[in-house]
């Protein structure tokens, strides 16, 4: 398992250009669940692609487990860094399902026995057991993305990078990916999500980072990043609290950052 | 003018099922008509069949009939279509142009394809830029930009078109709740000058806001249809497998906790 730590990180894609991270300092630990919430454009997805290799830092450093990210090779960061795209064509490739999965693992050494049950692990906590021979492209786009999360998911990173995983996901779906979440963090691995669904993000994590053009404004438990001390800041880059968060400071319940925090307060 | 499927169902060349049956669905002037449903129920199917892309491009069968104020336009070719009918996709990247130096050149390469005289592309243009609020955005490179900012963009585009009827496939699905409400509201100005909308999207809680009807698509057939309030709070939704909106959720949970969703609902807004 890998404990992450980032320290000052500076990046700027075009010198004399804006930063896109603009001195971000954090540590994540082995098996935390972190959602990563801020506008179109605050630094969520630069800061991810540091993580693992794809950006290479400004200036700062990331560290695995205290090794400095620049020291890695990418097969060694791939390793230990799995990070499932936003837009699934950008990461789809294969002629089939299977074949999709099987690549992640197959490429780190994994045969056999141990590739039969990274695959179907993978494939079953997406719903897909049953699409094995199908062309990822006579999937739907939501199906599509699920299985863009399974073949990542499939190499068994001891940390799972997620940019947008709900996005066109219906409710099952959602849930789908929830449970995901909870399940690779419940092995010891580490999951760290990039998302706009606010509702999605206190019902599924335990620390929630806020970022504003490049900086991290906030970073707390979804309870403390939802109260009403921390709206101004929220709402100074655009995001709401959830409904329940509202409802709950309206009716004087202390902070309720889910349906199910609210309804626990009123019993 | 109102554009009517009647009857219409659809198959893809080579598949052995069709993907849409039995869809009737009027869009007169100034709705706002919410395409809700599962994933692969069809809702991006009868986007592109709306929008006439479905079978004209895209090839596959039709059935019904789809009409513009009464007029059958089986026979009308895409371009004339398309001056009626404008159609903005889930992915953003396959709307862009892939041709324009700008996202200025790229919001009016609709008009300008449509032979709208030069002085209206660049009026239409910056209006569309400052509805999305991406008028800072104007010189940058539209391949250059984020997921979200090109889904603005790719709005911007639609806008400039200035379209009788307008389909959109889950235009916020890549946007910050920031940029979630700014479509919210360049829709609900489209609809007031007179545009009829017809947007799939899985946030019901934004078809709360901006639509009037909605139709749920369960396996190609509309499941439920209605005005907005009643079908989005029909039961019925969670079993089709559609997030159904914040208030309502919440409500049930109460309701199955023993307590009344009245004492959460004075605490809205």
């Not at chain 1, 971000?24 to 969520?44: D, F, M």
């Not at chain 2, 709307?95 to 324009?100: A, E, F, H």
């Not at chain 2, 749920?216 to 969670?238: F, K, M, Q």
Request: charged share 20%.
């Amino acid at each position: 398992m890998v404990e992450l730590h980032a320290e000052g990180l500076v990046h700027v894609y075009r010198e004399g250009g804006v930063r896109a991270l603009d001195g971000v300092t954090c540590s994540i630990a082995p098996a935390e669940r972190v959602a990563l919430i801020g506008q179109n454009g605050s630094g969520k997805t630069t800061l991810v692609r540091h993580l693992n290799g794809l950006l290479r830092p400004t200036e700062g450093r990331v560290t695995l487990d205290g090794t400095d990210a620049s020291r890695l090779t990418v097969a060694q960061l791939a390793r230990r860094v799995g990070l499932v795209f936003q837009d699934p064509d950008r990461q789809v490739f294969a002629a089939s399902v299977r074949a999709e999965v099987e690549f992640g693992p197959r490429n780190l050494g994994a045969t056999g026995a141990d590739l039969r049950s990274a695959v179907a692990f993978a494939l079953t906590a997406t719903g897909l057991e049953g699409e094995r021979s199908t062309n990822p492209y006579d999937l739907g786009q939501s199906r599509r993305k699920l299985l863009a999360l399974a073949s990542v998911l499939a190499m068994g990173t001891p940390v799972l990078i997620l940019d947008e995983p709900t996005t066109g996901q219906d409710a099952r779906g959602v849930e789908r990916v929830r449970a995901i979440v909870e399940a690779v963090t419940g092995e010891g691995r580490t999951v760290i999500a990039i998302s706009h669904d606010m509702r999605f993000v206190a019902d599924t994590f335990e620390r929630v980072i806020v970022m504003r053009a490049g900086r991290i404004i906030l970073d707390g438990t979804p309870a403390e990043v939802f109260a009403r001390a921390s709206w101004e800041a929220l709402r100074s880059t655009y995001l709401e609290p959830t409904l329940a968060a509202r409802v709950g400071q309206r009716l004087g319940l202390g902070s309720t950052p889910t349906d199910a925090t609210v309804i626990d307060a009123l019993r | 003018m109102t554009l009517t499927l009647s009857g219409v169902g659809y198959r893809y060349a080579g598949a052995d099922r069709p993907s849409l049956l039995d869809i009737d669905l009027e869009l007169p002037d100034g709705a706002v008509v919410g395409l809700a449903g599962p994933s692969e129920a069809g809702k991006t199917t009868l986007c592109l069949v709306a929008s006439g892309l479905a079978p004209r491009t895209v090839g596959g069968r039709i059935r019904g009939s789809i009409t513009l104020d009464g007029e059958n336009v089986d026979a009308w070719p895409m371009h004339r279509l398309s001056q009626q009918i404008g159609i903005g996709f889930q992915n953003p990247a396959t709307q862009l142009s892939q041709v324009s130096a700008t996202v200025f050149e790229e919001v009016a390469f609709g008009p300008m394809n449509l032979a709208v005289p030069r002085d209206e592309v660049v009026a239409s243009t910056w209006e569309a830029l400052a509805t999305m609020g991406i008028d800072d955005l104007a010189e940058r490179d539209p391949l250059r930009l984020s997921g979200g900012q090109q889904q603005l963009v790719a709005m911007a585009g639609l806008l400039a078109m200035r379209p009788a009827h307008l389909v959109l496939d889950e235009p916020t699905a890549q946007l910050d709740p920031a940029g979630t409400t700014l479509v919210g509201e360049a829709i609900a100005r489209l609809a007031s000058d007179g545009t009829s909308i017809l947007i799939a999207e899985q946030k019901t809680d934004l078809l709360a806001t901006v639509a009037s009807r909605v139709v749920v698509l369960d396996e190609g057939r509309i499941a439920l249809s209605g005005p907005t309030d009643e079908v989005l709070n029909d039961p019925r939704l969670v079993e089709l497998g559609v997030a159904e909106p914040a208030p309502v959720r919440l409500a049930r949970a109460a309701r199955a906790a023993g307590i009344d969703p009245a004492r959460l609902e004075a605490a809205h807004g």
